[in-house]
């Protein structure tokens, strides 16, 4: 996994990614992602760069309550 592999963005409450065309590619929850196309995250998704395995957990901003 590179440092330019995946693109992590926050829009409103929306955590977006995006693959930065990685040599290694990008799941999430088990399906290939499209280069350079956004996907939201959820919590409880799996997002796999490589051959690393990350489970999602989003917690609420304190902040915002």
Known sequence: ???GHLTMSLDG???VI?????MNGTH???KPLEANK?????????LVLGMMT???ELLVNPLDQ
Request: no cysteine.
């Open 1 to 3: 996994v590179s440092r």
């Open 13 to 15: 409450n929306t955590v």
């Open 18 to 22: 995006v693959d930065n065309r990685s």
């Open 28 to 30: 999430l929850n088990s």
């Open 38 to 46: 956004p996907y939201t995250l959820r919590h409880g998704d799996e």
């Open 54 to 56: 990350m489970q999602v």
